[in-house]
């Protein structure tokens, strides 16, 4: 695999109001005005946060100054698989079939047994019905199924043997099709964090956006990662430092608007905060100097 050094800057746009009273319960201040601001925070006040970490404390972050009006809409709804099946990721194929990849626990109460199976599903009905095609030799978690143009497939996806022994924080599985899912030819590739999308480029190469380094306690890199492939086998790696110190981040997604912009949505941890109900999103968006650089990526603006 290639290597090649490349340096970016970026801008993580975070929406935050500097100055703002917040209440014990809020890490930031919702809505705009000081009034809005008091009232909201109030509405979230009263609750047994230390009770529930990970629960009640999802109620941060919330604008109760608004009220929303529901829409609905007719939609099908099937079963892929059996119970249990989650976090699914869905690839077309150029002839038209859906192609489906999601995980499963085997719920071994023994951590050196505990796995995380990959299975395939097929629709050639756009999703009506579904038949299993292959039961994957990865053990993974978590992962993002892309067609390229030619019809492959590329998957990555968390290594899932988390026992003694396990290189989850050291690479992520990398597994290529070439029939639709039904056979694979697996790969390591080195870095911990996993992509949660791949773009398809216009010349038909692959891009995706994850962390330099994936640390929860915030002991990581504060900069993105941008690998390249054309065959999804062999990458290419950029770097982009973003204008912040912050690291307790990952989980990035990334998308290529039709203008050309690249944006980046990215999982963090509020600072001094813990537990996952306190964690928002951040959003970073390319500049026009990125765009005519030969990386396509090394700057970034608000």
Known sequence: MDHPPSIMHSVALIVALAGSAVSAQETQPVEKTKGDQQRN?????????????SALTGYTGQDRQQIVFER???????????????????????????VLATCRNNNDAYPTKKRFLI????????????????KTPLFDKEPSLTALPDGTLVMSAQKGCFGPGSQAKEAINMACSKDGGRTWELDDLPGADYP????????????????VKSDWSGDGSPNLQLCRSKDGKTWQFSEGAVDWSYAAFGEVSAVRLKDGRLLAALRWQIPKTEGEGFEDTVITEDSAVARSSSSGIDDHKK
């Not at 509405?43 to 230390?50: A, E, Q, R, T, W």
């Not at 949660?196 to 962390?211: A, P, W, Y």
Request: aromatic share 10%; glycine share 8%.
């Open 41 to 53: 925070a109030e509405l979230l006040s009263g609750f047994d946060y230390s009770k529930y970490p």
């Open 72 to 98: 609905r809409e007719h939609a099908i709804r099937v079963p892929v698989g059996p119970r249990g099946n989650y976090k699914a990721e869905l690839a077309e194929l150029p002839d038209g079939k859906l």
């Open 119 to 134: 299975c395939v599903y097929q629709s050639a009905d756009q999703g009506l019905t579904w038949e299993t095609i292959n």
């Open 196 to 211: 949660r999308n791949m773009i398809v480029e216009k010349d038909g190469s692959l891009l995706f956006v994850r962390t």
